[in-house]
T-cell receptor, first 113, second 112 residues
Framework: NAGVTQTPKFQVLKTGQSMTLQCAQD?????MSWYRQDPGMGLRLIHY???????DQGEVPNGYNVSRSTTEDFPLRLLSAAPSQTSVYFC????????????FGPGTRLTVL | GEDVEQSLFLSVREGDSSVINCTYT??????LYWYKQEPGAGLQLLTY?????DMKQDQRLTVLLNKKDKHLSLRIADTQTGDSAIYFC????????????FGSGTQLTVLP
């Protein structure tokens, strides 16, 4: 199994540009989520999904959209990038049962100029 | 509201024990986790403890949970240079969201 994969590893955008961060998992996990990590702070939840076709907002959803058309993929879209979105983004997945381990991808480092 | 707090830095000598502390505020936490993050990498789950337990041991790792004080600790025995990393405490509060709330992380530096 490849686990949780994320692309790209690094990205630089200009303010106002749009892009999609990709996340895929091959473990047939129902639950997937996106976090952002900023210096001196823990990870904060952006959006999550409990299954294909179902998404919901986390703690910091503004400026981001998600969709879950398949079990495997959970892309994160920035429609109009802002410097405040400069961060490291992590995707995670797990089975739906409480307590199941969440597996994290390697992260995407995004810089918005 | 939910809040998880950790001290930012800890330095220990190789071979000593490390103790990383965490406090949380939500008494309805169901699971509490310790994750390790090495430079440039994602988060790796080290261990977790269910809220009805007070201790869990896994090889060099010992987790202690004091529910009364809402205090969680991670002890690493015989700390090695490979243990140098950022350690995150996280809590999961019950419900369908299964959201994790993370602390800000403790940077552990192991000195030779």
């Amino acid at each position: 199994n490849a686990g949780v994969t994320q692309t790209p590893k690094f990205q630089v955008l200009k303010t106002g540009q749009s892009m999609t961060l990709q996340c895929a998992q091959d473990m047939n996990h129902e639950y997937m989520s996106w976090y952002r990590q900023d210096p001196g702070m823990g990870l904060r939840l952006i959006h999550y999904s409990v299954g294909a076709g179902i998404t919901d907002q986390g703690e910091v959803p503004n400026g981001y959209n998600v969709s879950r058309s398949t079990t495997e993929d959970f892309p994160l879209r920035l429609l109009s990038a802002a410097p405040s979105q400069t961060s490291v983004y992590f995707c995670a997945s797990s089975y739906a049962n409480s307590g199941d381990t969440q597996y994290f991808g390697p992260g995407t480092r995004l810089t918005v100029l | 509201g939910e809040d998880v707090e950790q001290s930012l830095f800890l330095s220990v000598r190789e071979g000593d024990s490390s103790v990383i502390n965490c406090t949380y505020t939500d008494s309805s936490s169901t699971y509490l986790y310790w994750y390790k993050q090495e430079p440039g990498a994602g988060l790796q789950l080290l261990t977790y403890i269910f809220s009805n337990m007070d201790m869990k041991q896994d090889q060099r790792l010992t987790v202690l949970l004091n529910k009364k004080d809402k205090h969680l600790s991670l002890r690493i025995a015989d700390t090695q240079t490979g243990d140098s990393a950022i350690y995150f405490c996280a809590e999961m509060v019950g419900g369908s969201a299964r959201q994790l709330t993370f602390g800000s992380g403790t940077q552990l530096t192991v000195l030779p």
